[in-house]
């Protein structure tokens, strides 16, 4: 069974920075890409970044030039710096090896 285990949300204000971890274990063939996607009220889950097993990496146009993606080995993080209140969102990690596997997501709150 695969899990994946986020961290690193919380309320921060306009401008701040988050740094979001996700933690995968368990049984899985080699993984394709990590990655990370939010959804916000109201609206569809979407991309924010993702990362290859050869370090490619692929940002919404939203985020870039703010987040960072980087992984090492099955652990992916997130460097989310200037933060907008339409950053707001629940955080999700996602994990693709032949199947798509998901963390429960993390919330993040950019607010003043």
């Known amino acids: 069974q695969v899990q994946l285990v986020e961290s690193g949300g919380g309320l921060v204000q306009p401008g701040g920075s988050l740094r979001l971890s996700c933690a995968a274990s368990g049984s899985f063939f080699s993984i394709n890409f990590m990655g990370w996607y939010r959804q916000a009220p109201g609206k569809q889950r979407e991309l924010v970044a993702t990362?290859?097993?050869?370090?490619v990496t692929n940002y919404a146009d939203s985020v870039k030039g703010r987040f960072t993606i980087s992984r090492a080995k099955t652990t992916v993080n997130l460097q989310m710096n200037s933060l907008k209140p339409e950053d707001t969102a629940v955080y999700y990690c996602?994990?693709?090896?032949?199947?798509?596997?998901w963390g429960k997501g993390t919330l993040v709150t950019v607010s003043s």
């Open positions: 996602n994990l693709a090896s032949g199947m798509n596997y």
């Open positions: 990362i290859t097993n050869g370090g």
